[in-house]
Nanobody, 122 residues
Framework: VQLQACGGGLVQAGGSLRLSCTAS????????MGWYRQAPGKERELVAS???????NYADPVKGRFTITRDDAKNTAYLQMNSLKPEDTAVYYC?????????????????WGQGTLVTVSS
C-alpha cells in the first residue's frame, strides 16, 4: 500500500488550497485517514482526521477553516484549506490506517505518504 499526497503550493494569506491523499495497492479498507503538518523547527502535529464512520477531528487552530472529507470509491481523502494564514506554512503529511491484503489475510497497518509543502505568504 502506498499513500500519494498532492496539492501543496504557494498561496497568499486568505487563499485556499486543497490537498488530496490517495491510497493504492492491496487496499481492503481504509479505517481512517488524517493530515499532519510539520513546520520548521516544530514537531509534527495532527491537523485533521476522518474515520470510516465519517467522524472527523480537527486541531483547534484549523477549526472552521479546514475541512477533511473522503471518497471511499477512490480511496482518497481531501483537506480543503480556506482562509489560510502564514502560520499554516508547513510540510503536510497524510496518514492512513489501512486494512491491507497480506496473502490470504487482511491486516491493518499505519502508512504515511510523502509530504507536500504548503507555503502561505503574508
Amino acid at each position: 500500500v502506498q499513500l500519494q499526497a498532492c496539492g501543496g503550493g504557494l498561496v497568499q494569506a486568505g487563499g485556499s488550497l486543497r490537498l488530496s491523499c490517495t491510497a493504492s495497492g492491496s487496499v481492503f479498507a481504509i479505517n481512517a485517514m488524517g493530515w499532519y503538518r510539520q513546520a520548521p523547527g516544530k514537531e509534527r502535529e495532527l491537523v485533521a482526521s476522518i474515520r470510516s464512520t465519517g467522524y472527523t477531528n480537527y486541531a483547534d487552530p484549523v477549526k472552521g477553516r479546514f475541512t477533511i472529507t473522503r471518497d471511499d470509491a477512490k480511496n482518497t481523502a481531501y483537506l480543503q484549506m480556506n482562509s489560510l494564514k502564514p502560520e499554516d506554512t508547513a510540510v503536510y503529511y497524510c496518514n492512513g490506517d489501512v486494512s491491507a491484503y497480506v496473502g490470504s489475510y487482511v491486516r491493518s497497518f499505519d502508512y504515511w505518504g510523502q509530504g507536500t509543502l504548503v507555503t502561505v505568504s503574508s
